[in-house]
């Protein structure tokens, strides 16, 4: 196998189950969803692997991610099991939030997820907040907001990056472009079709990068993270994606995308194009790739199994952490 | 025992508190060199500079949560936003984020974050410079309320509040702010959910939230010309509230008021009515009595502000009826 001159044979494989690891656990979360398994709202990363991966794959632990409500692939990504993945949205105490949250309020701290939310914008605040933190500690962390186009027409994307930018804070904004907010074309919502563009007006380097190949994301990402490291403020991010599947699980595509969208879209599957450009242009073994294929399919089996049979929470602990110290504060 | 006032004794917490602990800091419109719109930080710049006081754009929800992000990371931010009616805007990330982001991680993530600022009519400020609107942080679950009313609680509760792991909402009625008082020397600490009897007496209880413990002590005066001995109840936090120290009373008085100069409709009166009927009613003789301001923006106009929040003579009539039931 022959090496692309930047990145090494191990992160490239890296790189490629990471992609698998998330899409394999999406499958089974559609599965599970269609079963009845996971109830309330269930947003597939489906088609957007190369993004999460790109990116965290530039981070460390003690880096902070805030995520949106399509986060499960960020939560991958960033070092959340399958296992507690899978059990959080089955609502089991494993959970990686306990069941507290489900599908859209994954927590591990322990790893640098500090969330991801029902509410789109606010991660773009309190990832600049984390930066906040780590120019006040003087530390050389760096903190990544994960949002879609929808976010950046709120106020949060105003008024979060202008405050990064004003004052220098380690962020990387990574915008995931997949062309609806929800279900309104982004071409509705906003006259300049460009995110990147928007980061002159803030005073911000900004980059627009093709969001369905994940070296080129693990480049950008790369220069983004070593500029807010060493002190050179944050940067936003344009990756330009696409969802395969409705908003949310349970949803009819409602005809404000065409199938040939979709199909073309699908084509470009950032899976598919890295496995491809894994065997041609860096001479990765067939076998070693099925190899990886096997690995991750086991250990999401593996997932589903462990979150099925883990207990569910214990309904007496529902108000627990509600504050810091338990003084009977319970209005 | 120094007499400062209640700027000062509070200012004085945070700067004791800025210099124990690195990880304070403070954010807000003004709060830099200029030392804030109500003194708040005047002489810290000089000692922290701006990244531990930093001066904001105009953007209190983008603030908020971003110092909402910076406490789940291991700061301790100040939010230092003027007029409560300015943090309106935030009240979406307040509610969703900082009040449920300790929840959701399971106590995995800390919230030490305080959200100090004015309440109250005053001064003519008008129908965006008056508000209240500290009922939200009660009805929801995560946030500690806390108002002082004398310069020494406002010392003593601020620096509790920014040792605090929790969402603090630190409220500071604009009548207060020069007010002098007498504070101890030294390290004053004030705990969270201890009320204070203002004042002693036996024929009526009068709960008073924030400036009306000033009109009812004023009340309590005119009341005891007449003969009626009334007990004046200080809760100093609402979140968490010390319903022990209200039922005490009630058992002595048998007769309860509660004196809110903000709105009616369920407000803070009306939930210390209902606790209190819940766990006293038998040692009620009286249906308990609320006393609000009108429900209606504050006025900029003084004759259309007449009568827009209990004064101490509204508060002994309302005694006087209580009394007569």
Same mark, same amino acid.
């Given at each position: 196998?022959t090496?692309?001159?930047?990145v090494?044979r191990?992160?490239?494989?890296?790189?490629?189950?990471t992609m698998?690891?998330?899409?394999r656990?999406?499958?089974?979360?559609?599965?599970l969803?269609?079963?009845?398994?996971?109830?309330?709202?269930?947003?597939?990363?489906?088609?957007?692997?190369?993004?999460?991966?790109?990116?965290?794959?530039?981070? =460390?632990?003690d880096? /902070?991610? #805030?995520?949106?409500?399509?986060?499960?692939?960020? +939560?991958?990504?960033? *070092? !959340?099991?399958? %296992?507690?993945?899978?059990?959080?949205?089955?609502?089991k105490?494993?959970?990686?939030?306990?069941?507290?949250?489900?599908?859209?309020?994954?927590?591990?701290?322990?790893?640098?997820?500090?969330?991801?939310?029902?509410?789109v914008?606010?991660?773009?605040?309190?990832?600049?907040?984390?930066?906040?933190?780590?120019?006040?500690?003087?530390?050389? =962390?760096?903190?990544? /907001?994960? #949002?879609?186009?929808?976010?950046?027409?709120?106020? +949060?994307?105003h008024? *979060? !990056?202008?405050? %990064?930018?004003?004052?220098?804070?380690?962020?990387?904004?990574?915008?995931?472009?997949?062309?609806y907010?929800?279900?309104?074309?982004?071409?509705k919502?906003?006259?300049?079709?460009?995110v990147?563009?928007?980061?002159a007006?803030y005073g911000?380097?900004?980059?627009?990068?093709?969001?369905?190949?994940?070296m080129?994301?693990?480049a950008a990402?790369?220069e983004?993270?070593?500029?807010?490291?060493?002190g050179?403020?944050?940067?936003l991010?344009?990756?330009k994606?696409?969802?395969?599947?409705?908003?949310?699980?349970?949803?009819?595509?409602?005809?404000y995308?065409?199938?040939?969208e979709?199909?073309?879209?699908?084509?470009?599957?950032?899976?598919?194009?890295?496995?491809?450009?894994?065997?041609?242009?860096?001479g990765?073994?067939?076998?070693?790739l099925?190899?990886?294929?096997?690995?991750?399919?086991?250990?999401?089996?593996?997932?589903?199994?462990?979150?099925?049979?883990?207990?569910r929470p214990?309904?007496?602990?529902?108000?627990?952490?509600?504050?810091?110290?338990?003084?009977?504060?319970?209005? | 025992m120094?007499?400062?006032?209640?700027?000062?004794?509070a200012?004085?917490?945070?700067?004791?508190?800025?210099?124990?602990?690195?990880?304070?800091?403070?954010?807000g419109?003004?709060?830099?060199?200029?030392?804030g719109?109500?003194?708040?930080?005047?002489?810290l710049?000089?000692?922290?500079?701006?990244?531990?006081?930093?001066?904001?754009?105009v953007?209190?929800r983008?603030?908020?949560?971003?110092?909402?992000?910076?406490?789940?990371?291991?700061?301790?931010?100040?939010?230092?936003?003027?007029?409560?009616?300015?943090?309106?805007?935030?009240?979406g990330?307040?509610?969703?984020?900082?009040?449920?982001?300790?929840?959701m991680?399971?106590?995995?993530?800390?919230?030490?974050?305080?959200?100090?600022?004015?309440?109250?009519?005053?001064?003519q400020?008008?129908?965006?410079?008056s508000?209240?609107?500290?009922?939200?942080?009660?009805?929801?679950?995560?946030?500690?309320?806390?108002?002082?009313?004398?310069?020494?609680?406002?010392?003593?509760?601020?620096?509790?509040?920014?040792?605090?792991d929790?969402?603090?909402?630190?409220?500071e009625?604009?009548?207060?702010?020069?007010?002098k008082?007498?504070?101890?020397?030294?390290?004053?600490?004030?705990?969270l959910?201890q009320?204070?009897?203002?004042?002693?007496?036996?024929?009526?209880?009068?709960?008073?939230?924030?400036?009306?413990?000033?009109?009812?002590?004023?009340?309590?005066?005119?009341?005891?010309?007449?003969?009626?001995?009334?007990?004046?109840?200080d809760?100093?936090?609402?979140?968490?509230?010390?319903l022990?120290?209200?039922?005490?009373?009630?058992?002595?008085?048998?007769?309860?008021?509660?004196?809110d100069?903000?709105?009616?409709p369920?407000?803070?009166?009306?939930?210390?009515?209902?606790?209190?009927m819940?766990r006293?009613?038998?040692?009620?003789?009286a249906?308990?009595?609320?006393?609000?301001?009108?429900?209606?923006?504050?006025?900029?106009?003084?004759?259309?502000g007449?009568?827009?929040?209990p004064?101490?003579?509204?508060?002994?009539?309302?005694?006087r009826?209580l009394?007569?039931?």
């Amino acid at each position: 196998m022959t090496h692309s001159p930047d990145v090494p044979r191990d992160r490239l494989l890296a790189l490629y189950r990471t992609m698998l690891l998330i899409r394999r656990c999406e499958e089974q979360l559609v599965r599970l969803y269609a079963a009845g398994a996971i109830r309330g709202g269930c947003h597939t990363y489906i088609g957007e692997e190369a993004v999460a991966t790109g990116v965290c794959a530039q981070l =460390r632990a003690d880096d /902070a991610v #805030f995520s949106t409500h399509r986060g499960h692939g960020h +939560a991958l990504a960033k *070092g !959340i099991p399958p %296992a507690e993945l899978v059990a959080e949205l089955l609502g089991k105490a494993t959970g990686c939030s306990g069941g507290r949250g489900g599908s859209m309020h994954l927590f591990k701290p322990e790893v640098g997820f500090m969330g991801s939310s029902g509410i789109v914008g606010p991660c773009i605040t309190l990832a600049a907040g984390a930066g906040y933190t780590a120019r006040l500690q003087r530390t050389d =962390r760096v903190s990544v /907001a994960f #949002f879609g186009d929808g976010a950046v027409n709120n106020a +949060a994307f105003h008024e *979060g !990056i202008n405050m %990064a930018a004003a004052w220098q804070l380690p962020v990387l904004f990574v915008c995931e472009n997949n062309l609806y907010a929800t279900e309104v074309p982004f071409a509705k919502a906003t006259r300049n079709p460009s995110v990147a563009g928007r980061a002159a007006a803030y005073g911000l380097p900004g980059e627009e990068v093709d969001g369905n190949d994940v070296m080129a994301v693990y480049a950008a990402a790369g220069e983004a993270v070593s500029r807010a490291r060493s002190g050179g403020g944050p940067t936003l991010l344009e990756c330009k994606t696409y969802r395969h599947r409705a908003h949310s699980e349970g949803q009819r595509e409602a005809g404000y995308r065409t199938a040939e969208e979709i199909n073309a879209w699908k084509a470009r599957c950032p899976i598919t194009r890295f496995r491809q450009r894994l065997l041609q242009d860096f001479g990765a073994a067939a076998a070693d790739l099925d190899a990886i294929e096997a690995e991750v399919r086991d250990l999401v089996q593996e997932a589903v199994r462990f979150a099925e049979q883990s207990p569910r929470p214990d309904p007496a602990t529902a108000a627990d952490h509600l504050y810091s110290e338990e003084d009977g504060d319970r209005a | 025992m120094r007499e400062l006032t209640f700027v000062e004794a509070a200012r004085e917490g945070l700067a004791e508190e800025m210099a124990r602990d690195p990880r304070v800091f403070v954010v807000g419109e003004g709060i830099g060199a200029r030392g804030g719109n109500f003194n708040t930080t005047v002489g810290l710049f000089d000692l922290y500079g701006e990244e531990r006081l930093r001066d904001t754009p105009v953007s209190e929800r983008g603030f908020t949560a971003l110092c909402t992000g910076a406490a789940v990371t291991g700061s301790r931010p100040v939010v230092d936003f003027m007029f409560i009616d300015f943090l309106v805007d935030a009240f979406g990330d307040l509610f969703n984020q900082t009040a449920k982001l300790q929840w959701m991680s399971g106590g995995r993530l800390k919230m030490p974050i305080v959200l100090r600022g004015c309440v109250g009519v005053a001064s003519q400020f008008g129908p965006h410079h008056s508000g209240n609107y500290y009922p939200f942080f009660l009805h929801v679950p995560g946030f500690r309320v806390v108002m002082p009313t004398t310069p020494a609680d406002a010392k003593g509760l601020l620096k509790t509040a920014i040792r605090c792991d929790d969402p603090v909402l630190f409220l500071e009625h604009k009548n207060l702010l020069n007010l002098k008082g007498s504070v101890p020397d030294g390290e004053h600490l004030v705990p969270l959910g201890q009320a204070v009897v203002a004042r002693r007496g036996d024929g009526v209880t009068i709960v008073a939230i924030a400036y009306m413990v000033r009109e009812a002590l004023r009340a309590a005066e005119q009341l005891a010309a007449e003969g009626v001995d009334a007990e004046v109840i200080d809760p100093r936090t609402l979140a968490p509230l010390d319903l022990d120290c209200i039922l005490e009373s009630v058992h002595k008085t048998g007769r309860l008021l509660v004196v809110d100069e903000d709105y009616a409709p369920c407000g803070a009166a009306s939930e210390i009515a209902t606790q209190v009927m819940e766990r006293g009613f038998d040692d009620l003789d009286a249906p308990v009595r609320r006393l609000n301001g009108a429900f209606i923006p504050a006025p900029y106009s003084e004759a259309l502000g007449q009568g827009l929040v209990p004064d101490a003579a509204a508060i002994a009539r309302a005694v006087r009826d209580l009394l007569a039931e």
